[in-house]
């Protein structure tokens, strides 16, 4: 018993779990690809699911800047930032769906005492609308597009929400759905849980890929840890 319990003590230094957003903890892409779609209309060109691909896990900026690109209008990029932003969150408002075993996770996490932190590649503006369908009480930090320089591939997201907590990424889980999002988490140093939504994601050395939240524990997420 003694023994099972140095071997447990050897990976139970879990500082922070980080949550993503869109498509991991809410079902949003739906209605980002739905919220595409009609500014596609307005600058009178066509989306599909191909197209929403190529923004995932990706800025606002990027993501104007494609459509436009993608449409041939000469549409500003802040009119159409502003289209998008506008259109989400008037639909957030009507609720958001927690992706399955998100919540339950999620106060899994939070009863052993674990700091959480939601961070993501979103707007402020989208992640509060959000937030106040899940809760921002259930969260210590949230880190958006609008607290850094670079988004997500980039590593500072998740080095921020670190450096928010006063913790070590190295010691940090973070919970994602895109290969930017894991990219992110990645070169910060942190371990990641994949959940792929609409681009795969391939297994590697501290990181666990899984169909589901539902199929994750705070043990499981424990485990990804290297040994202190």
């Not at 869109?22 to 919220?35: F, K």
């Not at 769906?97 to 993501?120: C, I, K």
Request: glycine share 10%.
């Amino acid at each position: 018993m003694a023994t099972e319990r140095a071997g447990r003590s050897e990976t139970m230094d879990m500082q922070a779990v980080f949550f993503d957003m869109d498509g991991l903890l809410v079902d949003t892409e739906t209605t980002w690809l739905e919220i595409e779609s009609e500014v596609m209309a307005r600058l009178g060109g066509t989306w599909t699911p191909d197209h929403q691909v190529h923004l995932l896990g990706g800025s606002m900026e990027l993501a104007v800047r494609y459509m436009l690109s993608v449409s041939g209008s000469g549409e500003s990029v802040e009119t159409v930032g502003r289209w998008m932003v506008s259109g989400m969150v008037e639909r957030l408002a009507g609720g958001v769906r927690v992706m399955p075993g998100a919540s339950e996770l999620l106060d899994a996490v939070r009863d052993e005492g674990v700091p959480v932190g939601l961070v993501t590649s979103s707007l402020r503006e989208i992640a509060d609308a959000v937030l106040k369908g899940v809760g921002r009480d259930r969260f210590d930090i949230v880190v958006t597009a609008d607290d850094v320089e670079r988004t997500k591939p980039d590593p500072e997201p998740y080095l921020t929400a670190a450096r928010l907590l006063g913790v070590q990424p190295v010691r940090c889980v973070v919970l994602e759905d895109s290969p930017n999002g894991v990219a992110a988490a990645t070169a910060a140093g942190c371990a990641v849980v994949a959940v792929p939504s609409l681009l795969p994601v391939e297994e590697a050395a501290g990181r666990l890929v899984v169909p589901s939240l539902e199929e994750v524990t705070v043990d499981r997420l424990r485990a990804l840890l290297p040994r202190a």
